[in-house]
């Protein structure tokens, strides 16, 4: 579905990433790790289109990305930022609307079937008692979980999260996070999301890829790559991987 080969990108002042190569298969929960600077939200803005590609490619499904109009992309990926900026006063519910806008004609309002998607989208999400609010009235993590559900309203394919949780309380990251899990394995939802938090990645994430200076360390299944070795090499501190026989999981303890 996405293919990345040999990117390399930034901005006028620093080239951020070299060289970087992967794919990724329908239907794969991915987690992007790595330190501040590494690349992380860099990657996830070439592949929505925002930062230039100095050389390599990006591909959806065969097609590059510089061939896909704007229409293409907003049916083919949704994204939700690290901070999302909505400086109006729109209301919550106008907010989560505009998710439906690729789907719509010019001048055609919204129909039944968008009405029902924005409802689904604000009941999954749990933010249905912000529907009438203003966005500028409300938390940052309650933003945060409105502008998710602007991008489930938006039904792509494909969805590239960066640091989406980072403002919400643990209950609600984990309450966000089973709900991409269930998009996820219910409806084949891709997802990429860049995560600091280690942890949280190891407990939904099936494959992980590790950023360093803008060089891709380490990619595969994370039973695999998630080591001490390469959790090491990539955040010169030392840890100790353990499985938790009740999650089933991995998890990383950082010693100090």
Same mark, same amino acid.
């Given at each position: 579905?996405?293919?990345?080969?040999?990117?390399?990108?930034?901005? +006028?002042?620093?080239?951020?990433?070299? =060289? #970087?190569?992967?794919?990724?298969?329908?239907?794969?929960?991915?987690?992007?790790?790595? +330190?501040? !600077?590494? =690349?992380?939200?860099?990657?996830?803005?070439?592949?929505?289109? /925002?930062?230039?590609?100095?050389?390599?490619?990006?591909?959806?499904?065969?097609?590059?990305?510089?061939?896909?109009?704007?229409?293409?992309?907003?049916?083919?990926?949704?994204?939700?930022? @690290?901070?999302?900026?909505?400086?109006?006063?729109?209301?919550?519910?106008? /907010?989560?609307?505009?998710?439906?806008?690729?789907?719509?004609?010019?001048?055609? !309002?919204?129909? #039944?079937?968008?009405?029902?998607? %924005?409802?689904?989208?604000?009941?999954?999400?749990? *933010?249905?008692?912000?529907?009438?609010?203003?966005?500028?009235?409300?938390? !940052? =993590?309650?933003?945060?979980?409105?502008?998710?559900?602007?991008? &489930?309203?938006?039904?792509? +394919?494909?969805?590239?999260?960066?640091?989406?949780?980072?403002?919400?309380?643990?209950?609600?990251?984990?309450? /966000?996070?089973?709900?991409?899990?269930? $998009?996820?394995?219910? @409806?084949? $939802? *891709? /997802?990429?999301?860049?995560?600091?938090?280690?942890?949280?990645?190891?407990?939904?994430?099936?494959?992980?890829?590790? &950023?360093?200076? =803008?060089?891709?360390?380490?990619?595969?299944?994370?039973?695999? %790559?998630?080591?001490?070795?390469?959790?090491?090499? %990539?955040?010169?501190?030392? #840890?100790? #991987?353990?499985? %938790?026989?009740? *999650? !089933?999981?991995?998890?990383?303890?950082?010693?100090?």
């Amino acid at each position: 579905m996405i293919q990345v080969r040999n990117l390399h990108c930034g901005y +006028p002042e620093r080239r951020v990433l070299h =060289g #970087v190569s992967f794919a990724v298969s329908p239907g794969e929960f991915l987690g992007i790790l790595g +330190p501040n !600077g590494s =690349g992380k939200t860099t990657l996830l803005l070439a592949l929505s289109g /925002i930062v230039p590609i100095a050389s390599g490619e990006v591909a959806f499904n065969g097609k590059a990305l510089a061939s896909l109009k704007p229409r293409e992309r907003a049916l083919t990926m949704a994204a939700v930022a @690290q901070d999302s900026q909505v400086r109006f006063p729109f209301s919550c519910r106008e /907010i989560v609307r505009m998710g439906r806008y690729p789907h719509q004609k010019r001048f055609q !309002g919204d129909s #039944v079937e968008d009405e029902r998607v %924005v409802e689904k989208a604000f009941h999954i999400t749990d *933010t249905g008692e912000f529907a009438e609010r203003l966005i500028m009235s409300i938390s !940052g =993590g309650e933003k945060q979980r409105v502008v998710m559900a602007r991008a &489930l309203a938006q039904e792509t +394919p494909i969805l590239l999260l960066d640091e989406a949780t980072s403002a919400m309380d643990i209950n609600r990251k984990l309450q /966000i996070f089973r709900v991409l899990e269930a $998009l996820n394995r219910e @409806q084949n $939802l *891709t /997802i990429l999301t860049v995560l600091h938090d280690v942890n949280l990645a190891a407990l939904f994430c099936r494959r992980l890829i590790f &950023l360093k200076e =803008g060089l891709l360390v380490a990619d595969g299944p994370t039973d695999e %790559v998630l080591t001490s070795q390469v959790v090491q090499e %990539v955040y010169d501190t030392e #840890v100790l #991987v353990q499985d %938790v026989a009740r *999650t !089933g999981k991995k998890q990383v303890v950082f010693i100090p």
